[in-house]
């Protein structure tokens, strides 16, 4: 049934959704919601909109009504998912442009938080750290769409280089 599935997917008659459609939020479970506000609001800089006691919490940028929201429901005290197993890559957050993604970075120098990656993809710049739940996170901005590689087709072509960090650190 499963492969019967995926084939309808790829048929000519499959089309693409609304360009209009996006993602809206991450929630995020934790294991300390005082650990994980310090992070998210006190390093990263998100907005406090409504905390539910010691157990949720919902954060934004830019006073929406949440881009990331946190809980404890089924994870306080809990430990991060063991390496090799299913479940979230990362949460992507989208910088406006270079220099915002400049001062992300030089907040996580100040905090002590080191990178686990920094890469160029032709299409954006990208940060890669954990949270303190051991959440991946990829802080990025995008270039221009006019800026995206292309092939000589002129069919988008993402690649991934070595980030030149202390070039970023220096923007703003």
């Known amino acids: 049934m499963r492969n019967d599935r995926l084939r309808a997917l790829d048929s ?51 006073g ?9 429901w089924e994870s306080r005290g809990g430990k991060a998912p063991a390496p090799g197993t299913t479940g979230l890559y990362h949460v992507a957050i ?29 299409v954006s710049e990208a940060l890669y750290l954990d949270d303190p739940d051991g959440n991946g996170l990829e802080l990025y901005h995008d270039r221009a769409p006019a800026d995206w590689p292309r092939n000589a087709r002129g069919e ?4 991934t280089r070595r980030l030149d960090v202390a070039a970023l650190r220096a923007a703003g």
């Open 94 to 122: 989208l910088y406006p442009d270079r220099a915002s993604l400049a001062d992300a970075l030089r907040r996580l120098d100040v905090a002590g938080i080191a990178l686990t990656g920094a890469s160029d993809h032709g």
């Open 156 to 159: 988008l072509e993402m690649f």
């Open 64 to 72: 929406y009504h949440h881009h990331l929201g946190l809980n404890t």
């Open 12 to 62: 000519p008659a499959a089309r693409p959704i609304d360009d209009r459609v996006g993602i809206g939020h991450a929630h995020l479970k934790v294991a300390d919601l005082e650990r994980a506000l310090a992070f998210y609001c006190g390093v990263l800089g998100f907005e406090l909109m409504q905390r539910i006691s010691n157990e949720a919490a919902f954060l934004s940028a830019g």
